[in-house]
């Protein structure tokens, strides 16, 4: 098993640099190991027959194979086995990664892919890398910051970033045409005002079409991402600075447009489909998440209905962002 763990983590460090294309002598510190580097045999790492199950997300087929073709070429002896999550919603696969590490009967892929959110939760769970595969330092130096921030803790590497990606507002052009409107909101006031004009409700006061998918927690797929992006923009360290009142007013902010302002409402579809269906004007995703969009409304791509912009800012001079993308994990 511990072998297993080994070339698990193995792969892990080589994924996102396989995925770009490097080198072998361009990957950080893991580069020696391998068997093409001078003088190196078989590298440190086990010979016997080692089987690794990978739990994926997204990534086409021709890609995976290629990487698995590459990585086997490396180590001969290495069966991998790819299991694609992705027919489970983003909630549900993180439900199914919680509930199968927590528990010891329970068993994962033994490589994972999470979101980097999810790590500082999970990382109890998982089997950091080796010193000998990379340390905090090389990971630091290969990295951007948030990266680390996500996924360095005590001195030990607990996942990989498989790429960068950050939270973008995506807005309907048809309905910003609709009430006057040509650029997307750059501040967190005009960006309410604008969600409280492109509501619309019914004679018996049914929401229609939300002006924005925003302040819930239970139809909105990335809300952890908008809420993230809010207390960073409030300058909060969570969970450290939860009991402050900057923390409870950005709660507060976040929820009034559910509660105060109905700009958005429960019995809506969740915030993705809803936007495709034309019932919710603006809402947040990575930028990922625009593929399943336009693979939803591929008339879009052609009449340019779709509109994307930077995330609305509590300061418009001192922009902060929110970085959300995915890691692999053993």
């Given at each position: 098993m511990k072998r297993s763990k080994i070339l698990a983590s193995a792969l892990l460090v080589v994924l996102p640099f396989l995925l770009t294309a490097c080198t072998l002598k361009d990957l950080p510190?893991?580069?020696?190991?391998?068997?093409?580097?001078?003088?190196?045999?078989?590298?440190?790492?086990?010979t016997n027959e080692v089987t690794l199950n990978v739990w994926g997300l997204w990534e086409n087929s021709d890609v995976i194979d290629a990487l698995v073709k590459k990585y086997t070429e490396l180590h001969p002896n290495v069966k991998i086995n790819y299991e694609d999550r992705s027919v489970l919603k983003p909630v549900d696969y993180k439900d199914s990664v919680y509930t199968r590490l927590t528990q010891e009967a329970s068993t994962t892929g033994d490589v994972v892919f999470v979101h980097n959110s999810w790590v500082p939760v999970i990382k109890d769970n998982l089997e950091p890398a080796p010193d000998s595969l990379i340390t905090p330092e090389s990971f630091k130096s290969s990295f951007y910051p948030v990266a680390a921030e996500s996924a360095v803790f005590s001195g030990k590497v607990y996942a990989m970033p498989l790429y960068y990606d950050g939270l973008v507002l995506v807005y309907n052009k048809k309905h910003f045409a609709d009430i006057n409107q040509s650029a997307p909101p750059v501040s967190w006031e005009e960006f309410r005002r604008l969600a409280l004009e492109l509501t619309i409700r019914g004679s018996d006061k049914t929401l229609i079409r939300g002006g924005a998918a925003i302040g819930s927690g239970k139809n909105i797929e990335f809300a952890t991402d908008i809420l993230g992006l809010l207390f960073s923009q409030a300058s909060l360290s969570i969970p450290a600075d939860l009991d402050q009142k900057a923390a409870f007013d950005t709660l507060s902010f976040y929820s009034n447009f559910l509660l105060v302002d109905n700009v958005w409402?429960?019995?809506?579809?969740?915030?993705?489909?809803?936007?495709?269906?034309?019932?919710?004007?603006?809402?947040?995703?990575?930028?990922?998440?625009?593929?399943?969009?336009?693979?939803?409304?591929?008339?879009?791509?052609l009449s340019g209905n779709i509109g994307v912009a930077p995330v609305p800012q509590a300061i418009v001079d001192e922009p902060v962002n929110w970085a959300s993308f995915w890691?692999?994990?053993?």
């Open positions: 510190v893991i580069g020696k190991y391998l068997p093409d580097w001078p003088g190196n045999k078989t590298g440190g790492f086990p409402d429960e019995t809506l579809p969740e915030a993705s489909s809803a936007f495709t269906q034309e019932k919710a004007s603006m809402i947040f995703v990575p930028s990922w998440n625009l593929i399943d969009i336009l693979d939803a409304r591929p008339d879009w791509a890691m692999a994990t053993v």
